[in-house]
């Protein structure tokens, strides 16, 4: 009886590996050409590796209007005492 189940088990794993690497086998179907998807691909090509210049000079970081003695420190607050409903 073991032996039917594991033949069994055998059977289906095998017919499944079967198909699956079949249907990972199929030939790939060959698309009509498009002239206009043929056109693109060959500007994409010609602009391959383009990139634009660097600016001559380097733009600096923008400091915030806020001095360090002008932040106001938070200190601790009370916690509430009264509910609210």
């Known amino acids: 009886m073991r032996r039917l189940h594991f033949l069994r088990y055998v059977a289906i794993v095998g017919t499944l ?3 699956l690497a079949a249907g990972c086998a199929s030939p790939k179907k060959s698309e009509p050409a498009d002239p206009f998807m043929d056109k693109w691909k060959a500007k994409a090509q010609e602009s391959k590796d383009f990139r634009p210049a660097f600016p001559a000079v380097p733009r600096t970081r ?6 360090p003695s002008e932040i ?14």
């Open 72 to 85: 106001k420190v938070e200190t601790e607050r009370p916690l509430p005492t009264k509910r609210s409903a």
């Open 17 to 19: 590996s079967v198909l």
């Open 62 to 67: 923008k400091r915030s209007g806020v001095r």
